[in-house]
């Protein structure tokens, strides 16, 4: 095996290891996103039980429109977190121990059959093109994938932060309009004897 070959099957093999732990990454960094799309989704919840109902004012649309585009922006984010988490995702895995050594005898039975010369060398040699030609084709596979769970955390990411920024801007006029309105308390006159 030429020292190009010997390189390239290094760096095949290299890639492959390397987006397994790409995609370990990529999941450790999914935990943020999931507790802050948690808290906005509990702000949301708190928007809509408390959601006050004065007269319309510049308060009170102010808050229904910011109030609107966090509601848009969550909804995006959590889309783009679906995605970036698990849809559709299959990564590719090279043969097992117990693949690898039945494709080597299976090689060795061949060589054997067709009385070659060099047994030995010929199945070490062509286990090696089988398992760069597996390495390139699963790295390449999980690259992809990687690529697209990166370009969906990405995406998320962002929508969360503008999801941040539209829940600090509507925290203002909730606040106006929450407790400028009269709380109507039920009083209840016991008699007691």
């Given at each position: 095996?030429?020292?190009?070959?010997?390189?390239t099957?290094?760096?095949?093999?290299?890639?492959?290891?390397?987006?397994?732990?790409r995609?370990?990454?990529?999941?450790?960094?999914?935990?943020?996103?999931?507790?802050?799309?948690?808290?906005?989704?509990?702000?949301?919840?708190?928007?809509?039980?408390?959601?006050?109902?004065?007269?319309?004012?510049?308060?009170?649309?102010?808050?229904?429109?910011?109030?609107?585009?966090?509601?848009?922006?969550?909804?995006?984010?959590?889309?783009?977190?679906?995605?970036?988490?698990?849809?559709?995702?299959?990564y590719?895995?090279?043969?097992?121990?117990?693949?690898?050594?039945?494709?080597?005898?299976?090689l060795?039975?061949?060589?054997?059959?067709?009385?070659?010369?060099?047994?030995?060398?010929?199945?070490?040699?062509?286990?090696?093109?089988?398992?760069?030609?597996?390495?390139?084709?699963?790295?390449?596979?999980?690259?992809?994938?990687?690529?697209?769970?990166?370009?969906?955390?990405?995406?998320?990411?962002?929508?969360?932060?503008?999801?941040?920024?539209?829940?600090?801007?509507?925290?203002?006029?909730?606040?106006?309009?929450?407790?400028?309105?009269?709380?109507?308390?039920?009083?209840?006159?016991?008699?007691?004897?």
């Amino acid at each position: 095996m030429t020292n190009l070959n010997k390189y390239t099957e290094k760096l095949f093999r290299d890639m492959y290891w390397k987006e397994f732990d790409r995609k370990d990454k990529i999941n450790a960094n999914l935990s943020l996103p999931a507790g802050i799309l948690t808290v906005l989704a509990g702000v949301a919840a708190f928007y809509m039980q408390n959601f006050p109902f004065p007269k319309w004012s510049l308060c009170t649309i102010s808050f229904v429109v910011l109030s609107v585009a966090l509601f848009i922006s969550i909804a995006f984010a959590v889309y783009y977190f679906i995605r970036a988490y698990h849809l559709g995702y299959a990564y590719g895995y090279i043969p097992n121990a117990e693949e690898i050594a039945k494709y080597a005898s299976d090689l060795k039975k061949y060589y054997e059959s067709i009385q070659a010369t060099d047994i030995d060398e010929k199945v070490e040699n062509d286990l090696r093109v089988f398992l760069t030609a597996e390495y390139s084709k699963y790295g390449t596979i999980n690259m992809q994938n990687n690529d697209e769970k990166s370009k969906y955390l990405h995406h998320a990411n962002i929508a969360i932060s503008i999801s941040l920024i539209f829940l600090f801007l509507s925290l203002f006029p909730f606040y106006i309009v929450y407790h400028s309105t009269s709380k109507i308390q039920k009083v209840e006159a016991v008699n007691k004897k």
